[in-house]
């Protein structure tokens, strides 16, 4: 049975291998993943791969272990299923790293948009730990699973909670995030906007997907420093959402903002289609503040100039998330701690 210090020690090499990963394996397991999911492209899955060896460094990790007391071995490790989002290339990592590095037995269901990529990160820490063969199981049913976390949209989570009543379980709902602007912003900063805006194609509950702007607020800088983004229309899904989008936009005679692969326009939704970002203007502090209040159950997380809206990211931070940084604000480590 593998100590803490023992899978503590495989998460960090494993850090390694991917900070190190040849350019010629990474494009392999891009095609790969591609081959699955469109979207997973070199730059997402490449991205994907650099937050994922972010979280496994060294200091980081040993830190984050170190807040919950865990004991050198798991003497009673429960089988926890989850079941894998498939957006963004192996989101599902961070609840597969909470499971093990606390001893439990992994359970994962794989998703249909990701079937590749995950799996061969757990390969992978298997040959650098083979005492973790015993730990992950991949799976197409949950059955045997004493405890579950499931990632779905608001219809599926509704099955979740049904179907997963009687064993505990963290039940993930949609999300989105936002940006608060203040007309203030430099053009490196609404640069820095356009990672969290487009990065993985808009396709990640950390995406920001609508602006909350002071009435009377001027796209023209926006615009201006998103210009470093055109590239994204080169991927044919993306431009077969924007064209589709833009085609409705202008069939209804939908007021919009357009600069050739991003278009934005008012709503009071949160979370728009791939290519648009909604907008909603305020008309001072306390407004915002209410605004945001009303729709906090929904957020994943707030970008905002130097990160000083409260409980907020600076401009290009919301896809670096931390390994401490929990989705749905939910810890799932204490949850683990729990079983």
Not at 135 to 156: C, F
Request: net charge negative; glycine share 6%; charged share 20%.
């Amino acid at each position: 049975m593998l100590t803490l210090e023992n899978r503590l020690s495989a998460f960090i090499q494993l850090g390694d291998y991917l900070r190190q990963l040849p350019q010629e394996e990474r494009e392999y397991l891009a095609r790969r993943a591609g081959q699955h999911n469109n979207f997973f492209d070199l730059p997402n899955v490449s991205a994907a791969l650099e937050g994922i060896a972010g979280m496994l460094e060294k200091d980081q990790l040993e830190a984050w272990v170190a807040q919950y007391n865990l004991p050198q071995v798991n003497e009673a490790p429960k089988k926890v299923g989850v079941v894998m989002a498939g957006n963004i290339p192996a989101v599902g990592f961070h609840d597969a790293l909470c499971i093990l590095i606390t001893g439990h037995i992994l359970q994962a269901k794989p998703s249909s948009d990701d079937p590749f990529l995950l799996p061969h990160l757990l390969t992978k820490l298997t040959e650098i730990e083979p005492g973790f063969q015993e730990q992950i199981q991949l799976v197409m049913m949950l059955k045997e699973s004493d405890a579950i976390i499931a990632t779905g949209s608001d219809n599926t989570a509704r099955y979740f909670e049904y179907y997963f009543a009687k064993r505990p379980h963290i039940i993930r709902k949609n999300r989105t995030s936002v940006a608060v602007l203040t007309g203030k912003e430099t053009k490196e900063e609404l640069t820095a906007l356009g990672d969290d805006i487009l990065r993985y194609y808009g396709l990640g509950c950390r995406n920001v997907a609508k602006a909350f702007v002071p009435s009377g607020y001027d796209f023209t800088p926006f615009f201006e420093a998103m210009e470093y983004k055109k590239e994204v229309v080169n991927h044919h899904k993306y431009q077969n959402n924007y064209d589709y989008n833009k085609s409705i936009y202008l069939v209804n005679g939908v007021p919009h903002l357009d600069n050739g692969f991003l278009m934005v326009t008012q709503s009071e939704q949160l979370v728009s289609p791939i290519s648009v970002l909604f907008y909603e203007t305020y008309a001072d502090d306390r407004d915002l503040e209410q605004k945001l209040e009303a729709v906090q159950e929904k957020l994943q997380c707030v970008v905002s100039k130097e990160a000083v809206w409260p409980n907020s990211y600076a401009f290009g931070q919301a896809q670096c998330p931390s390994v401490s940084d929990y989705a749905d604000g939910v810890d799932t480590m204490a949850f683990l701690q729990r079983l």
